[in-house]
């Protein structure tokens, strides 16, 4: 039993400390919104909860790349514990988008382009771990997930254009909103440090847990096998 | 020994014929296998078909199509039945070819990967074709809607094919797995779904006679696509049917 890399513990605490800044800097660094108040600090956290998502979608997706040119079962392992964490951190996106919406829109949903790609985005991960959870056969596993990672990373930004024809009305922040956006606001020197901040600790996040899922991901194949030479 | 002289010219003609002639002979063999098979059973077409006028019943009464309804659900209504039906399709097809071992003996054939697949999605794309090709007229009869409209027929032609390019995929992912018929449309629908959003918008822009300059965007979006996903899936093909 390999015992935990010291790096491991010390990008832990790292991001263990980091978050508690990036907290404390939300509520009490960050100047109140006027228009909305309150619920607009839920802003900081939710850009980098989606954030979190794609940058896992994507390294999933090259993680499945790499599994099909080389045939290396680390890449799988990769893969599925992008896949994993991405969607936990998607989801948290779209409910704190809702409780946002909520307080700005007085709606929880509306079926705007970024809404409905991220509830689709939802879907094709989820459908992504029936997929591995139906095949037994390790080998096929990493092949099919690889492939569907792939083919989803690449159907999520058409799904998003294709519902972009249609008029938005989500705000956008970093760069040219749309005339039509309802609830959004300009960032002063603060807030813009904490946004900034928010997304540099959950990259953070991300890093660890990818690093502690992978690790646990290599832990259980070697199990696996360890099982299967018992059984022999 | 007639068979002899004969296999030996067999023989010399498949190995002077270019790459390109060999890969349109063995898709032309495996679109005929489907089509054979097919026509002597019929029981693919046949489910596909009385599937797709049950979803057009049953939208009749779910959503009361009248006349007014009709003008703008009728490209929906049309969408989700393709959908359903090429699902039921795309299923029967690949499992056919699993079960009873035909999979197997593709592979173990001298062709090409790549026109395995080209030959299964354009086997399920002329499947496809036949169901429209029936499920248009009747919707046209029930409803009299005119629904022979150029365009019409170009948006559902692009978007078949890039359903079907996808489907065709899945759908052979789909049967190596334990939960088969329940994981195709689990899938295969949340990838499709800028297909049938483009295709439902050109489709009723057609069909309410908007500016071609409207429908524009729709139509590059299929094109797109197509182009895409057909690209991606005669790369992976190999991965997902190698044993």
């Not at chain 1, 972009?164 to 807030?191: C, L, N, Q, W, Y």
Request: net charge neutral; hydrophobic share 55%.
């Amino acid at each position: 039993m390999e015992t935990k890399p010291r790096m491991l513990v010390i990008l832990d605490v790292v991001t263990i400390l980091l978050f508690a800044t990036a907290v404390g800097m939300v509520f009490f660094y960050a100047p109140l919104e006027a228009v909305m108040g309150q619920v607009q600090r839920v802003f900081y956290f939710h850009v980098a909860n989606a954030w979190v998502g794609m940058l896992g979608f994507m390294v999933a997706a090259i993680a499945g790349i790499a599994f099909l040119r080389k045939g290396d079962h680390k890449w799988d392992i990769v893969g599925l514990a992008a896949v994993e964490i991405s969607l936990v951190f998607f989801f948290t996106a779209i409910v704190s988008g809702s409780i946002w919406a909520r307080g700005s829109w007085g709606t929880w949903w509306t079926w705007d382009p970024r809404l409905t790609t991220a509830a689709i985005c939802e879907l094709v991960y989820a459908a992504y771990l029936m997929l591995r959870q139906g095949i037994e056969d390790p080998d096929r596993r990493a092949r099919f997930g690889a492939v569907y990672a792939i083919l989803g990373f690449i159907s999520v930004p058409l799904t998003f254009m294709s519902i972009r024809i249609f008029r938005t009305i989500h705000p956008v922040v970093i760069g040219s909103g749309a005339a039509a956006a309802e609830g959004s606001f300009d960032m002063t020197p603060k807030m813009l440090q904490t946004f900034m901040f928010s997304l540099f600790t959950f990259s953070f996040i991300f890093a660890d847990l990818l690093w502690h899922r992978i690790r646990l991901g290599k832990l259980a194949a070697k199990a696996e096998s360890l099982r299967l030479k018992t059984l022999q | 020994m007639q068979p002899l002289p004969q296999a030996d010219k067999q023989l010399r003609a498949t190995g002077s014929a270019t790459g390109a002639g060999q890969f349109v002979r063995s898709l032309y063999a495996i679109i005929w296998k489907d089509l054979a098979a097919e026509l002597r059973s019929r029981e693919l077409l046949s489910a596909m078909l009385v599937f797709a006028l049950l979803v057009i019943l049953i939208f009749n009464f779910a959503l009361e199509l009248d006349a007014q309804a009709r003008a703008t659900v009728t490209a929906g209504v049309l969408w989700v039945t393709f959908a359903f039906a090429g699902t039921l399709g795309l299923n029967r097809s690949m499992a056919m070819e699993k079960d009873r071992g035909c999979l197997d003996g593709l592979l173990l054939a001298p062709v090409d990967r790549s026109a395995i697949y080209f030959g299964k999605a354009i086997g399920n794309l002329i499947f496809m074709f036949i169901v429209e090709a029936i499920v248009l007229p009747v919707y046209s009869v029930l409803y009299s809607v005119n629904l022979f409209n150029p365009g019409l027929l170009l948006v559902i032609l692009l978007g078949s094919i890039g359903y079907v390019a996808v489907g065709t995929l899945l759908s052979s992912m789909a049967v190596q797995t334990r939960t088969r018929d329940v994981l195709l449309p689990i899938l295969l629908f949340p990838l499709v779904i800028p297909v049938l959003i483009a295709a439902v918008k050109g489709s009723t822009g057609f069909l309410q006679g908007m500016d071609i300059i409207d429908i524009r965007p729709w139509l590059n979006l299929l094109v797109v696509y197509d182009v895409i996903f057909v690209a991606i899936a005669f790369m992976v093909f190999d991965y997902v049917v190698e044993e």
